[in-house]
């Protein structure tokens, strides 16, 4: 896909899939022009359909952005695992 199609692509998508709230960071972070936090954040309203509590209570625990997810104060070392999330044994205490 060249670059052309690629904005294309990206365009239909923030036309039709993308919430009208969402489509300004959405856009920045595909032009390269949202800063390193607003990239994040776009990743994350992608990644949950936009839903803003689900990144709040994300589980992806694994994910590299987890630390870094907006709409949480949860940052250091204070993680708290939902009661049904599921730690590999070499990891329990
Ligand atoms: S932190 Fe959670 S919501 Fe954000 S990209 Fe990773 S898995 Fe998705």
């Known amino acids: 896909m060249n670059e052309d199609e690629i904005k294309i692509y990206q365009n239909h998508h ?10 300004g960071i959405i856009a920045r972070a595909y032009s390269g022009t949202a800063s390193p936090r ?10 949950v ?4 509590a689900d990144i709040t209570s994300c589980t992806g625990y694994l ?14 070392n204070d993680v708290q695992l939902s009661d ?3 730690v590999p044994v070499e990891f329990e205490s």
Do not use: D
């Open 14 to 23: 923030l036309e039709n899939e993308v919430n009208i709230s969402h489509r």
């Open 38 to 47: 607003q990239a994040i954040k776009a990743m994350c309203l992608e990644c």
């Open 49 to 52: 359909g936009e839903i803003r």
């Open 63 to 76: 994910c590299p952005l987890w630390k870094f997810r907006p709409y949480t104060k949860q940052r250091g």
């Open 84 to 86: 049904n999330a599921t």
